[in-house]
């Protein structure tokens, strides 16, 4: 059965540090993955998505994700983090066989010291 | 361009009481998605409707039933709410059908049931 591990619950990282927040995903065939960003109190934004094509992704507020099939893996990363970054993250792969469901990762929760 | 939104923003129910959670999107969209979000677990999937006219169980189904009023409209209804439906509910929408596209979320309904 398909399914999204994102193995750290909470990372704390210092203004103007780089982030990186893992994601790995078990599924059978060529994935559909998207990370989305989700505020306190709002909805879910998606950040960026991956279908095919170059395995680097470039995404929304300075983002970019990285598929690495040998991996398993679907790592969103930023190279300098803003106050404003503080959100929970969540990794989603796209289920086959469906009509576009999604299986979402449990979520990191990213806080930022000043 | 409202994009998705939901009615009510906030919710308290006693045990047993029914109620409906409301959903619409302007994007033309032709899925719709009811999601529930609770602390450590992501985001699961109740019903989902991939066009209009259909619609089929997600990942926790029991105790909601959905109607997808017309292309724009996707309502969630709880006949007889239990303390274990408290959670926060998004609806979503996305334009493909098939595998995966890209969904959007609306701002969320927090229900509490006492």
């Known amino acids: 059965a398909q399914s999204v591990t994102q193995p750290d619950i909470h990372i704390t990282v210092s203004e103007g540090a780089s982030l990186e927040l893992r994601c790995n995903y078990s599924?059978?065939?060529?994935?559909?993955l998207f990370w989305y960003v989700q505020s306190p109190g709002q909805g879910l934004q998606l950040l960026l998505k991956y279908f095919s094509g170059d395995t680097l992704v470039q995404g929304i507020k300075g983002f970019e994700a990285e598929f690495k099939r040998s991996q398993s893996s679907f790592n969103l990363r930023k190279p300098s983090v803003h106050w404003s970054d503080a959100a929970e993250y969540f990794c989603?792969?796209?289920?086959?066989?469906?009509?576009?469901?999604?299986?979402f990762g449990k979520g990191t929760k990213l806080s930022v010291k000043p | 361009n409202a994009g998705v939104t939901q009615t009510p923003k906030f919710q308290v129910l006693k045990t047993g009481q029914s109620m409906t959670l409301q959903c619409a999107q302007d994007m033309n969209h032709n899925s719709m998605y009811w999601y529930r979000q609770d602390p450590g677990m992501g985001l699961r999937l109740i019903y989902y409707s991939a066009s209009e006219g259909t619609t089929d169980k997600g990942e926790v189904p029991n105790g909601y039933n959905v109607s997808r009023l017309n292309k724009r409209e996707f309502s969630l209804r709880l006949e007889s709410a239990a303390p274990s439906q408290t959670s926060v509910y998004f609806c979503?929408?996305?334009?493909?059908?098939?595998?995966?596209?890209?969904?959007?979320f609306g701002p969320g309904t927090r229900l509490t049931v006492t």
């Open positions: 599924y059978g065939a060529t994935p559909y």
């Open positions: 979503a929408s996305s334009h493909r059908q098939g595998l995966a596209g890209e969904q959007y």
């Open positions: 989603a792969v796209g289920r086959s066989g469906s009509q576009g469901n999604l299986i």
